[in-house]
């Protein structure tokens, strides 16, 4: 068990909808990060948060967007969603942004 | 910018054989290098990482060597479990840092008895 909490485990959904993923890092971390992973992409960064403030920035599409409360959990906000949305979202956290990240077991999102 | 190769799988292997995943990075200054495992239904986990040249990480019987005059990390390990059946990663970071890590497009391996 790494100490990151995903919810939820699975997730289906319609096209055009909004979803939001929610991610607890471990105790103590304070940087989360956000990842994709889908069969013709592999694993993708999407964003990193650090003490609540936006950290870095990577493959996030302009539909998505993301924040880190004060309690440090962080939440990933999908909308008008399109099939290709499907895919395995993994939160990670780390300590400070130099640690080894720890990632959840992510939330599988299916767009029908 | 950065990339990361490994070979494809599925890399199918008896019980106690020898095991090699290939990894080789395209990367911009001194990046860290990390080698992930993933088992099914759970996320990933660190299994060793390298952040200078010629550092060698290790782990579970697992060991991969920073080889920056062949920009590569393999994977080895000497004698293979059914237990060791998993995809493996292989990552980068940028210089100094663990966040925005590039990653592999993973080797599934599939250890048989």
């Known amino acids: 068990d790494s100490g990151v909490t995903q919810t939820p485990k699975h997730l289906i959904t319609a096209t055009g909808q909004r979803v939001t993923l929610r991610c607890s890092p471990r105790s103590g971390d304070l940087s989360v990060y956000w990842y994709q992973q889908s069969l013709d992409q592999g694993l993708q960064f999407l964003i990193q948060y650090y003490n609540g403030e936006e950290r870095a920035k990577g493959n996030i599409l302009e539909r998505f967007s993301a924040q880190q409360f004060p309690d440090l959990h962080s939440e990933l906000n999908l909308s008008s969603l399109e099939l290709g949305d499907s895919a395995l979202y993994f939160c990670?956290?780390?300590?400070?942004?130099?640690?080894?990240?720890?990632f959840g077991n992510g939330t599988r999102l299916t767009v029908t | 910018g950065n990339s990361v190769t490994q070979m494809e799988g599925p890399v199918t292997l008896s019980e106690e054989a020898f095991l090699t995943i290939n990894c080789t990075y395209t990367a911009t200054g001194y990046p860290s290098l990390f080698w992930y495992v993933q088992y099914p239904g759970e996320g990933l986990q660190l299994l060793l990482k390298a952040t200078k040249a010629d550092d060698k990480g290790s782990n579970k019987g697992f060991e991969a060597t920073y080889r920056k005059e062949t920009t590569s990390f393999h994977l080895e390990k000497g004698s293979v479990q059914v237990s060791d059946s998993a995809v493996y990663f292989c990552?980068?970071?940028?210089?100094?840092?663990?966040?925005?890590?590039?990653f592999g497009t993973g080797t599934r391996l599939q250890v048989t008895l």
């Open positions: 990552a980068l970071s940028d210089t100094g840092t663990a966040s925005k890590l590039t």
């Open positions: 990670a956290s780390s300590v400070d942004v130099n640690s080894p990240l720890h």
